[in-house]
């Protein structure tokens, strides 16, 4: 049997945290930022971790166990 391929999109995009949850960087945050506040794109800096209900689906595409 070959070895899992990784998903070079998901692999960009993700990171495991020690815990072993998934980090993620927030969305919204490229341009069009002259109508957005100060508040909202402070907020949109911060990571987050990835919803329960998608990890699986994203360790799938990352060959984690």
Do not use: W
Not at 14 to 27: D, I, P, V
Not at 41 to 48: E, G, W
Not at 60 to 65: M, R, S, T
């Amino acid at each position: 049997m070959p070895k899992m391929k990784t998903n070079s999109a998901a692999k960009k995009r993700f990171k495991l945290t020690a815990s072993g949850k998934l980090k993620r960087e927030k969305a919204y945050k490229s341009h069009i930022l002259t109508k957005k506040s100060s508040k909202t794109k402070r907020n949109l800096r911060q990571s987050t971790t990835v919803n329960a209900s998608d990890e699986g689906r994203i360790k799938k595409l990352l060959a984690i166990g």
